[in-house]
């Protein structure tokens, strides 16, 4: 099988990068280059393993607290007091993530270059320029009534773990040589999680490009909105020049990804009358991009009144999605606009004023040291400020500034923590309250309760713009462009107990008809809405299997239209096309791995898209537009070719999928199939020798689907990048019959047996169970830890 494994994105290779030269760094035990081999890596990683069963006694417990972890390593805290409750889960979190969470602490707080080295001041003082900077007390009021007292609890959990282990920390530290940093407080209000999923700046910055290169009208063809609109050109913005350059160190630093069709997610819940049980199920499987460690951890949290389990972040209390006794909750994004940029003029002489109206205002400056693996003293880094928010670029060949304004800055603005409010509701009132808490990023949360009701609502900060789209960047200088407060919660799209006996959401277009609000304009294509709706409307009775199969659904909406669009053209001459059409022909639009029809559209659709762009897209637009096509705009656009040409880059395409999937598998057509082409592979960020990559690896992992499937599997070239590795389906009638999945373990550290354990299950479409009544842990504990207060 041929297997690409050069991939990367240009993000994540300039981080692996900076890793690799900086892992060769010595070991406690043995020397570095001896953990360069496979077996000593092993054996290392082993010796240094967290202690997850017998009896421990840790400094900061109040009263002794019991951790069962199951066969599929999640933990299962029961404690007597809330604080000793997220003191543990910090605790818990560690043992099995803490490099990653440190990670994520540090580039939060842009600390970053005191471990990889000067390449990173750039992306240390962005970081800063990102932080709230707002009321403290408003802030930790924001997410919920007892934040401040949770986040203390579980910093001091981390804090703790890491003293006890201080000897035998994850090997990643040793690569790396260094150690983790005291947690505080504070460092559960990063923004890190949030700015990872506010996108618009991108797509405000590609708009402009295209503008400045083909003019506005042109520019909305190939970029365009949802609902339609065509946006004014800010009277004396000059788009030149506003380019990738704007947003290269803004985007390491968020990890900001574009959002088209191979991001996204998937939630639906249905009502009793369409279920098996007679209670509701409900269905959710948010998408990111597949790291290794994976971004979620299952955790379940038992005290004084806290019964909930489901998926968060490691780094975060709480659970951010799944369940309590009464209610269950999930979540995909909703894509509201909460950032914009302004281009400010500034003082040719003195480039920390800027101009506002026909005045010179000052920017606030602030300066902070920060301090860099090798160098013998803190670098001094300016941040500077204007009255938008954090200046993030000053172009070098004009009097000019982008500054960036984005949700973020308001209190209670810290990603996925809003989830603290969500965790004890118990009612569809609670629910909604709970609701306006949640303001980053923007989730169609869904809901469902024992009671039997359904509902769902589109939660999220949703800045109002009078007489402008925040489309395109503006000029900070008119003072015209600014928000004028935030939407009320209460005018968010919502609904509670539909007719049709279901809600769904899969990042399409969720704005009701006739809803007056700009609220966003770039929804992902409905190609996997529809899927869903197809299978829901079907009426049931469903069940977790149901659900299940559906999570996992290969069936291309898309694939089954260019499938029509071949058979309906005439027929090629061409002996290549002719066989490719002919096994188009014999194909059921469906996706599967072991599908040979899959690889000839797959082939086939990528092919045509692109001779699609050079043959209609003016040239100056195809770098911009290549990366953001939107497959109905390329529907819409094809059809209105003539046939003759329609007809030339089809016979092409199909002659091109019938080559290179003779090229890339033989010329044995049987022997063809989807998963032989289409993979996942989960690296470690640290793996760049070839024993880090035999042991810390795990994959290939042939995957069916794409970016328009249900069971979403997009990604560069054959690789699958982005997609679900936590899923759940929640069963109301009995808890313990609700499944989930999150590849490719509980655990980041290599030799634990929780490292690698949920990738087959994952692999092979398969679940394990949720479990969450007491008889049920027990009867499936693996692992019983008890911490007691030394």
């Not at 240390?124 to 802030?139: C, P, S, T, V």
């Not at 506005?216 to 365009?224: C, G, H, I, T």
């Not at 971004?295 to 490691?314: A, K």
């Not at 329609?646 to 598998?665: P, Q, Y």
Request: aromatic share 10%.
């Amino acid at each position: 099988m041929l297997i690409r494994m050069g991939f990367r994105t240009r993000r994540y290779l300039s981080f692996a990068l900076a890793l690799a030269f900086l892992s060769l760094s010595g070991c406690v035990r043995q020397p570095g280059e001896v953990l360069n081999s496979e077996s000593a890596l092993r054996n290392e990683s082993t010796y240094r393993l967290s202690k997850i069963s017998g009896r421990e006694s840790i400094d900061g417990l109040r009263k002794p607290v019991t951790v069962l972890r199951d066969k599929w390593g999640v933990p299962h805290i029961y404690a007597d007091t809330l604080e000793d409750m997220f003191f543990v889960q910090g605790f818990v979190a560690a043992q099995d993530r803490l490099y990653q969470m440190e990670i994520w602490r540090r580039t939060g707080r842009g600390e970053l270059s005191a471990v990889f080295g000067p390449d990173f001041i750039e992306r240390d003082r962005i970081a800063r320029l990102m932080r709230y900077r707002g009321n403290q007390q408003a802030e930790w009021e924001s997410y919920s009534p007892d934040t401040r007292r949770i986040a203390e609890s579980f910093t001091a959990g981390i804090n703790a773990y890491v003293e006890q282990q201080k000897d035998r920390l994850p090997i990643e530290f040793t690569l790396m040589d260094f150690k983790p940093g005291v947690w505080r407080p504070e460092d559960v209000l990063l923004r890190t999680a949030g700015l990872q999923m506010t996108y618009n700046a991108s797509l405000e910055i590609a708009r402009a490009r295209l503008v400045a290169a083909i003019g506005l009208k042109e520019a909305m063809r190939w970029m365009p909105t949802d609902p339609v609109r065509i946006p004014n050109v800010p009277e004396g913005l000059d788009m030149k020049g506003l380019d990738e350059r704007v947003l290269q160190i803004y985007q390491s630093v968020t990890g900001m990804p574009v959002l088209n069709a191979q991001d996204g997610s998937n939630n639906w819940v249905v009502s009793p009358k369409l279920t098996k049980t007679g209670a509701p199920l409900m269905a959710g499987d948010p998408h990111r991009q597949l790291a290794h460690p994976s971004l979620r951890y299952v955790t379940h949290l038992v005290g004084p009144g806290w019964n909930v389990i489901g998926g968060g972040e490691p780094a975060l209390p709480g659970v951010a999605l799944g369940h309590n006794e009464n209610v269950g909750f999930s979540f995909t994004i909703a894509a509201y606009d909460q950032v914009d940029l302004y281009v400010e003029s500034v003082n040719h002489g003195k480039p920390t004023k800027y101009l506002r109206g026909s005045d010179w205002r000052p920017m606030t400056l602030e300066r902070e040291l920060v301090e860099v693996r090798g160098y013998s003293s803190p670098v001094s880094v300016e941040l500077k400020f204007t009255e938008h928010g954090p200046v993030i670029w000053e172009d070098p060949d004009a009097d000019r500034v982008v500054a960036v304004r984005w949700a973020g800055a308001e209190p209670g603005t810290a990603g996925y923590l809003g989830s603290l409010s969500l965790n004890n509701v118990q009612s569809w009132e609670e629910f909604l309250q709970a609701a306006k808490r949640w303001k980053i990023p923007p989730e169609n949360i869904i809901y469902g309760d024992k009671q039997g009701n359904i509902g769902w609502m589109a939660a999220g900060l949703v800045p109002q713009r009078q007489g402008w789209e925040g489309l395109l960047p503006v000029p900070g200088k008119s003072g015209r462009y600014n928000w004028n407060g935030f939407l009320p919660t209460e005018e968010l799209p919502q609904e509670y107990n539909p007719e049709r006996g279901y809600i769904a959401t899969a990042n399409h277009n969720i704005l009701p008809e006739g809803y007056r609000h700009d609220v966003g304009f770039d929804w992902s294509a409905p190609y996997r809405f529809d899927r869903i709706r197809e299978v829901l409307d079907g009426g049931g009775p469903f069940t977790v299997e149901d659900f299940e199969k559906l999570q996992h659904d290969e069936v291309s909406l898309s694939g089954r239209y260019w499938r029509e669009q071949v058979l309906n053209h005439p027929i090629p001459t061409n002996r290549d096309a002719l066989l490719a059409r002919e096994q188009l022909a014999g194909w059921d639009g469906s996706l599967a791995k072991d599908s040979r029809g899959a690889v000839i559209y797959e082939v086939f659709i990528g092919d045509l898209r692109w001779r699609f762009i050079k043959k209609v897209v003016p040239e100056a637009a195809h770098p911009i537009v290549n990366p953001r096509l939107d497959l109905r705009t390329l529907v819409r656009e094809f059809a209105a070719l003539p046939l003759a040409t329609r007809k030339e880059l089809i016979d092409a395409a199909l002659g091109e999928a019938w080559r290179r999937a003779a090229k890339e598998m033989g010329d044995d057509s049987s022997q063809w199939n989807w998963g032989k082409l289409h993979f996942a592979l989960f690296e470690h960020p640290l793996a760049n020798t070839q024993g880090r990559r035999n042991a810390l690896n795990l994959g290939p992992v042939s995957r069916g689907g794409d970016a328009h499937t249900v069971n979403a599997t997009g990604g560069t070239g054959f690789r699958q990048n982005h997609g679900a590795t936590y899923r759940h389906v929640l069963d109301f009638s009995d808890w313990d019959r609700s499944v989930f999945t999150s590849a490719p373990g509980q655990s980041g550290q290599l030799g634990s047996p929780h490292y690698d354990d949920l990738l087959k299950l994952w692999s092979n479409y398969e679940y394990a169970p949720l479990l969450y009544s007491r008889e049920k842990i027990e009867e499936n504990a693996a692992h019983k830890l008890v911490l007691v207060p030394r």
